[in-house]
């Protein structure tokens, strides 16, 4: 996940540079707490870890709140889910046994157009 996270970060622009170092810590810290979480036995060593972890995951978290999806946005992309669903349960059977699987395909994009 961290290896991923870097390489889309590797061709940042010169007005995200300062923040691809902070991403990075971030992601790191929650990979490191999540792996470290999995052990069956915690000594008081890993409990440190595990609260250094999550400290520094809370403390850089923020760097991800720019690519949050608003609530309005998400309320909207659901209406719209729910309008193409009521659309497509609305059509008459027979019209949708006759069309093949590709054309119905194409018949949704055109709808959702």
Do not use: W
């Amino acid at each position: 996940m961290l290896a991923v996270l870097a390489s889309a970060l590797r061709n940042a622009d010169s007005s995200q540079y300062h923040d691809v170092p902070l991403a990075v810590q971030c992601v790191s810290a929650l990979v490191d707490f999540a792996l470290m979480a999995q052990y069956h036995s915690h000594t008081p060593d890993r409990l440190c870890y595990l609260a250094m972890y999550l400290l520094t995951f809370q403390q850089t978290k923020d760097i991800f709140l720019e690519f949050h999806t608003a609530k309005a946005t998400l309320a909207e992309a659901n209406c719209q889910v729910r309008e193409f669903q009521e659309l497509s349960t609305n059509k008459r059977p027979h019209e949708i046994r006759r069309t093949s699987v590709a054309k119905q395909g194409r018949q949704a994009d055109q709808e959702r157009l």
